[in-house]
């Protein structure tokens, strides 16, 4: 139980493309998804914290209108990185939380050319 | 927190021995603590957890301690085996979850 997928797993784009990345609960239904940032051989970034329904609070330093975050339903959350630029390349982590407990999908590659 | 332009602290070990990794909290109000580990290009698991009220937790040959005085925590890994190579988190909850910097754990078979 508590799997959390993440789709998808690698994406290339050029300069400019938005680029959007689901984050699903799948047995599960998560009253809080959370989204993180990881550049190489560096923790976990936390960006933004999102509840069902409701906007999303973002970390400082993170730009709500760069990285739109949409929690539609108790199982989906997205992540729309806009207009995406070569320093924005990174692993994008979401994980989903019923309780308190966290769990994390498998995570999104993004490489911006 | 985060390490931002920091490099990941290391601890190797041969195999078979045991492996202490560990790991300071800030927060003293934090009441559920809990370790993570993450394989390259993955996203991090869940390895064992424990509550404040508690000083020490098993699971499959992984130990935690709390030390609540000193706000430490530390992830024992017995008969440490070449898969358990990865970067190890911890976590720290209060309100929300907090991460630590991470270790990297090398195995030399």
């Known amino acids: 139980g508590a799997v959390v997928s993440q789709h998808p797993s690698w994406v290339i784009c050029k300069s400019g493309t938005s680029v959007k990345i689901e984050c699903r609960s799948l047995?599960?239904?998560?009253?809080?998804m959370f989204w993180y940032r990881q550049f190489p051989k560096q923790s976990l970034m936390l960006m933004a914290t999102?509840?069902?329904?409701?906007?999303?609070?973002?970390e400082q330093g993170v730009e709500k209108d760069k990285f739109l975050i949409n929690h539609a339903s108790l199982t989906l959350s997205t992540l729309t990185v806009t207009s995406a630029h070569p320093e924005d390349s990174s692993f994008y982590i979401c994980?989903?939380?019923?309780?308190?407990?966290?769990?994390f999908g498998p995570g999104t590659r993004l490489t911006v050319l | 927190g985060e390490s931002v332009g920091l490099h990941l602290p290391t601890l190797s070990v041969q195999e078979g021995d045991n492996s202490i990794i560990n790991c300071a909290y800030s927060?003293?109000?934090?009441?559920?603590f809990i370790w993570y580990k993450q394989e390259s290009g993955k996203g991090p698991q869940f390895i064992i957890d424990?509550?404040?009220?508690?000083d020490k937790r098993q699971g499959q040959r992984v130990t935690v301690l709390l030390n609540k005085t000193v706000k430490h925590l530390s992830l024992q890994i017995a008969a440490t085996q070449p898969g358990d190579s990865a970067v190890y988190f911890c976590?720290?909850?209060?309100?929300?979850?907090?991460f630590g910097g991470g270790t990297r754990l090398m195995v030399k078979p």
């Open positions: 047995d599960f239904q998560a009253t809080t």
């Open positions: 994980s989903a939380s019923p309780d308190i407990e966290q769990f």
């Open positions: 976590a720290e909850a209060h309100n929300m979850l907090t």
């Open positions: 424990i509550r404040s009220n508690m």
């Open positions: 927060n003293s109000a934090s009441d559920y």
């Open positions: 999102s509840n069902e329904g409701s906007k999303a609070t973002y």
